[in-house]
């Protein structure tokens, strides 16, 4: 662009769900390679880029302009939203062998732009949907190295004993996620909720770097997120979601 930020590329990433009879529901994550650019060794969520063949494929979504732009609440265009869903189901086949998603039933869940700051940067749609019927996700072994499905009250938990390398983005994400008790109650809370876009700001504050998020006293907004709003990175290099 002219001013030398890079634009943001589009990019889906899945939020794929499972009841659980202990925990109320969990999520698949997986693990980057050691090798990746972005993040090394970080659990993550399925996703990737948009690319041009999921433009071409999205006109088999079988969903109205209309319903599929409400699932974005209208940030997109029909073919851009139907790509963003193809998108999507693509990665997660890519990434972990999941064929047959309902894209039917796959909504928004929330929407992070990569602030400017930063070289890649992505223009992130994350999307909720529930594992089809009898399929079992595996990790390709070479984008991903591992993969577990986490219940997210009990990663959070367990987020500070150093077993889940999570970036702002996912650890936020699980926060939000472990507001619901079962996959419905996600569901249809996703087909409703406000999908703001979360640009972050970094901001250093008392000598510790600080991810901001829309509504932070230092980061007044019109659309401030649901939630906490800041991201503070701690001595271990590991990031926490503190209240301002």
Not at 222 to 235: C, I, K, L, S, Y
Request: glycine share 8%.
């Amino acid at each position: 662009s002219s001013s030398g930020v890079p634009a943001p590329r589009p990019a889906a990433t899945v939020l794929l769900l499972r009841p659980d009879a202990n925990s109320g529901f969990s999520v698949f994550m997986v693990q980057r390679s050691m090798k990746s650019s972005f993040m090394p060794g970080a659990h993550v969520f399925p996703g990737g880029r948009v690319e041009e063949q999921d433009r071409e494929q999205g006109r088999e979504v079988p969903l109205s302009d209309g319903e599929v732009m409400e699932r974005f609440r209208g940030w997109l265009d029909a073919d851009c939203a139907r790509a963003h869903l193809v998108a999507a189901a693509r990665e997660l086949e890519e990434e972990a062998g999941v064929t047959g998603v309902d894209l039917t039933a796959t909504f928004g869940f929330s929407h992070w732009i990569t602030p400017p700051i930063e070289s890649r940067r992505f223009d992130t749609w994350f999307l909720v949907t529930t594992l089809p019927e009898g399929a079992a996700p595996q990790h390709d072994d070479y984008e991903v190295i591992d993969s577990r499905w986490v219940n997210p009250k009990a990663a959070l938990e367990r987020y500070g004993d150093g077993d889940l390398l999570l970036a702002p983005p996912t650890y936020y994400t699980l926060w939000d996620l472990a507001r619901f008790d079962t996959v419905e109650e996600v569901l249809s809370d996703s087909a409703r909720r406000p999908l703001p876009s979360v640009q972050p700001r970094f901001q250093s504050i008392d000598e510790q770097m600080a991810l901001l998020l829309p509504g932070d006293p230092l980061y007044p907004s019109e659309q401030p997120v649901d939630g906490p709003t800041r991201v503070v990175m701690g001595d271990s290099g590991r990031w926490w979601v503190v209240s301002a």
